[in-house]
């Protein structure tokens, strides 16, 4: 079913554009920011203390979302009616970074990783418009379900106070489409019959749960070091459901590894919901009516 929805969309698409009585597109960029009552993950601190024979934990929430950065949307339009519309709308985020790090602080020196997190979204939304009547500045709202198609990336840095140099592994999350929540409340200046500029708020809720995930670099000290990793370190596969066997080698139990055969892991998500503003314009396809060159005949 999940295969079919695309093509039912569009089919909605096609056929509500037959129906409509006007046409239009929209152009707007935007600026997302990421929503700060969502956790991405946190940071961790521990320091061993000597002197005191003590160690501190200490975590922080790191409250933001992989939504926020730069979106590009172009949308088609179709006019149902004076107060209906229906827009399909085709977007591009360009996710700015997130950052959160683990750091170990000995008494002669710090172990740090740090996580940089980036994701890249391609989003098909249609939705529904409901307008007021149409004047110089006509307020509307907007909601649907969007499909979405998202990478994140992943950089983590290692550096070690007895370690030269730094290791730095890249990795790639890939999962499914997604279907996130759009909401959208705005308002609409008409400069002419052609040509209308738009102010809009929306909100988009929207979670990620990758399949997999693949490591595509590997440096110590800036050397290449990606073909000495295995296959259980290069590819990890995310389930609902998992299974960890532990053996005993003697001096204590440790996980038993295929390191042929990628690493499984639980699912989880990643928060992608963001709030933004955005300025555009919309363009309208206006259909000139053929004069009536009818000749009328009066008889006496």
Do not use: C
């Amino acid at each position: 079913m999940k295969k079919k929805l695309p093509f039912l969309l569009l089919l909605a698409l096609i056929t509500s554009g037959a129906y409509a009585q006007k046409v239009y597109f929209k152009l707007n960029p935007s600026y997302n920011f990421g929503m700060k009552d969502q956790v991405l993950s946190y940071d961790y601190s521990l320091r061993y203390s000597a002197a005191a024979n003590t160690i501190v934990e200490e975590y922080s929430n790191v409250r933001t979302s992989l939504g926020k950065g730069y979106m590009g949307s172009f949308a088609i339009g179709f006019k149902h009616n004076e107060n209906v519309s229906s827009e399909y709308t085709f977007s591009y985020l360009k996710g700015k970074p997130s950052s959160f790090s683990d750091i170990i602080h000995y008494y002669n020196g710090d172990e740090k990783y740090t996580t940089t997190l980036e994701a890249n979204v391609m989003s098909f939304t249609p939705t529904l418009v409901f307008s007021a009547t149409e004047k110089d500045w006509t307020p509307y709202l907007a909601a649907g379900l969007s499909i979405n198609f998202i990478t994140v990336k992943e950089n983590t840095e290692f550096s070690s106070f007895f370690i030269n140099g730094n290791t730095v592994i890249d990795a790639e999350y890939k999962g499914s489409p997604t279907i996130g929540f759009t909401t959208k409340i705005g308002v609409i200046n008409k400069i002419s019959d052609v040509f209308s500029v738009f102010g809009e708020f929306t909100y988009a809720h929207l979670n990620f749960s990758p399949n997999t995930k693949e490591v595509t670099g590997y440096t110590i000290n800036k050397q290449d070091s990606l073909s000495t990793l295995k296959e259980y370190d290069i590819h990890t596969e995310y389930e609902n459901e998992i299974s960890i066997m532990y053996e005993d080698n003697g001096n204590g139990f440790e996980e038993k590894r295929n390191m042929n055969k990628p690493r499984e892991a639980r699912k989880f998500s990643m928060p992608l919901s963001y709030f933004s503003f955005s300025i555009g314009v919309r363009i309208n396809i206006v259909r000139r009516e053929k004069p009536n060159n009818d000749v009328i005949k009066i008889e006496n």
